[in-house]
């Protein structure tokens, strides 16, 4: 995802179009997702003296499992991109580098998606996940294992111990 800045180098407040529509070129940082079909990136790069900010948006598809119940997921994700770019070293982590007369947006997109992905992809916020004994989808029904709270009065009566585990939850 490498544009060339050539043309609006030369001119402080130039502005180039630009346009992406293919595969997302991946960090390994996606271990839990994977991005179904292209990527579409549509913005601006302005040249603003020292820096080239990025104005746009990013469109993508991308499928994982849910975190309870273990169903495939595909959600949408629209991002509006904010970035500035220094072929200067700089201290500052919100502008990213580039060098020569190319803008690499690769690692400004991963970044983005990252951030903006959920902790926890779940199918649904109503989702019962799984028996956590049996392993039957509670979504599907109830399974024929005993309850929790049951679980816990067994575990205090037959371990002596048992009862030290609410002690320090309090």
């Known amino acids: 995802m490498k544009f060339d800045i050539t043309d609006i180098k030369k001119e402080s407040g130039a502005v180039m179009e630009i346009r992406y529509q293919g595969p997302l070129v991946q960090d390994d940082l996606y ?13 601006t790069l ?4 020292e820096e080239i900010f990025l104005s746009g948006v990013l469109k993508l598809t ?6 309870r119940c273990l169903k495939p997921v595909t959600r949408t994700m629209t991002l509006q991109l904010n970035e500035r770019f220094s072929s200067r070293d700089t201290d500052d982590d919100d502008v990213y580098p580039y060098e020569g007369n190319f803008v690499d947006l690769t690692k400004t997109v991963n970044d ?10 779940l199918c649904s916020e109503q989702c ?43």
Do not use: W
Not at 32 to 41: A, F, P, T, W, Y
Not at 46 to 49: A, D, E, F, L, V
Not at 137 to 164: A, H, M, V
């Open 62 to 67: 991308y499928t994982g499992q849910c975190a």
């Open 112 to 121: 983005n998606i990252i951030v903006a992905l959920p902790v926890r992809l």
């Open 46 to 49: 302005t040249n603003q003296g």
């Open 31 to 43: 271990d839990m997702i994977s991005v179904k079909d292209d990527v579409l990136i549509e913005g």
């Open 128 to 170: 019962k996940g799984l028996c956590p004994v049996c392993g039957k989808n509670l979504n599907q029904g109830s399974c024929q294992c005993r309850p929790e709270q049951e679980d816990k009065k067994q575990e205090k009566t037959e371990n002596p111990f048992g009862i030290l585990k609410d002690y320090f939850s309090h």
